[in-house]
């Protein structure tokens, strides 16, 4: 099915407004004592912020989109009686333990995708970086700071790998053993990189290889919610990108079982082969 730009356009507006609320929430810290929890491991948390930017995100899109379907990091998915055919996939808070130690690397991640698991909309702000990014299907990226005018995205700049000097950002699991294998893999991932980063928020690393920051960005199991905005950005500003499908798009991304077995990938064309795509 093909949408109409004002379509698109109304659920873009939706998605930066969500997103804002969002990460308005985010910006309401003031160097306090967090109340905080773990997750999945020691170092996998979860703040009063996580929930509170999530409810935020939720109060919009239940406003403006109240017969779509949202999935969210923190709550999970909510079903809605006579569905639209679109559902949200929201990460209120990427970056958490970023976001707990004061490094600014942190952000709301706010998506759409259709019944035919096409993503159409996506928004990535971090309010620390005082930066939004956003995309929609067919209709370019952008970033814009502080508020100020929007630039459209390009990607990484052509023929940096040759210079030796391309770089490669990544990610790291949570699980001790996924995580190890990871380690062993790292040499081979690396190859014709001049260095890596790993700085702690799957969404804004994508952002990162649309605004040419990044070269590329490849990481193993990510969550629906860490790729959704960030990867259609990367995709819209020119990358080539990997990422898992929708293999139910109503209720929301693969098993954990199939998103640990594939890998999220953005990059320049040059890069294609490097990574492990399935």
């Given at each position: 099915m093909d949408y109409t730009e004002d379509f698109l356009a109304d659920l873009l507006t939706t998605a930066r407004r969500a997103a804002a609320a969002g990460a308005a929430v985010l910006a309401g810290r003031d160097g306090a004592q967090l109340s905080q929890e773990t997750k999945s491991s020691g170092s996998d948390w979860v703040t009063e912020f996580d929930l509170a930017a999530e409810r935020a995100v939720r109060a919009v899109l239940a406003d403006e989109r109240p017969r779509d379907i949202v999935t969210g990091e923190e709550?999970?998915?909510t079903i809605?009686?006579?569905p639209s055919g679109f559902r949200w996939s929201i990460d209120p808070l990427d970056g958490?333990?970023?976001?707990?130690?004061?490094?600014?690397y942190y952000a709301t991640s706010v998506a759409v995708a259709d019944e035919h698991g096409r993503w159409l909309a996506g928004?990535?702000?971090?309010?620390a970086l005082r930066r939004e990014y956003w995309a929609v299907h067919g209709g370019g990226a952008f970033r814009a700071d502080d508020g100020g005018e929007p630039r459209a995205l390009d990607g990484p700049l052509p023929g940096r790998d040759t210079a030796g000097s391309a770089l490669l950002?990544?990610?790291?699991?949570?699980?001790?053993?996924i995580r190890a294998e990871q380690a062993r893999a790292l040499p081979g991932l690396m190859d014709g990189f001049g260095d890596m980063r790993r700085l702690g928020s799957a969404a804004l690393d994508l952002c990162l290889v649309a605004d040419?920051?990044?070269?590329?960005?490849?990481?193993?199991?990510?969550?629906?919610?860490?790729f959704a905005a960030g990867a259609l950005i990367a995709e819209e500003a020119g990358c080539w990108?990997?990422?898992?499908?929708?293999?139910s798009p109503l209720e929301g991304g693969p098993s954990a079982e199939e998103r640990l077995a594939l890998w999220t990938c953005a990059g320049g064309i040059e890069f294609s082969g490097r990574f492990p795509v399935e």
């Amino acid at each position: 099915m093909d949408y109409t730009e004002d379509f698109l356009a109304d659920l873009l507006t939706t998605a930066r407004r969500a997103a804002a609320a969002g990460a308005a929430v985010l910006a309401g810290r003031d160097g306090a004592q967090l109340s905080q929890e773990t997750k999945s491991s020691g170092s996998d948390w979860v703040t009063e912020f996580d929930l509170a930017a999530e409810r935020a995100v939720r109060a919009v899109l239940a406003d403006e989109r109240p017969r779509d379907i949202v999935t969210g990091e923190e709550q999970g998915t909510t079903i809605v009686d006579s569905p639209s055919g679109f559902r949200w996939s929201i990460d209120p808070l990427d970056g958490t333990t970023n976001f707990i130690r004061d490094i600014v690397y942190y952000a709301t991640s706010v998506a759409v995708a259709d019944e035919h698991g096409r993503w159409l909309a996506g928004v990535v702000r971090a309010p620390a970086l005082r930066r939004e990014y956003w995309a929609v299907h067919g209709g370019g990226a952008f970033r814009a700071d502080d508020g100020g005018e929007p630039r459209a995205l390009d990607g990484p700049l052509p023929g940096r790998d040759t210079a030796g000097s391309a770089l490669l950002a990544t990610g790291f699991s949570y699980d001790p053993a996924i995580r190890a294998e990871q380690a062993r893999a790292l040499p081979g991932l690396m190859d014709g990189f001049g260095d890596m980063r790993r700085l702690g928020s799957a969404a804004l690393d994508l952002c990162l290889v649309a605004d040419g920051t990044h070269d590329a960005y490849g990481e193993r199991g990510l969550n629906e919610h860490d790729f959704a905005a960030g990867a259609l950005i990367a995709e819209e500003a020119g990358c080539w990108v990997r990422r898992p499908q929708l293999t139910s798009p109503l209720e929301g991304g693969p098993s954990a079982e199939e998103r640990l077995a594939l890998w999220t990938c953005a990059g320049g064309i040059e890069f294609s082969g490097r990574f492990p795509v399935e």
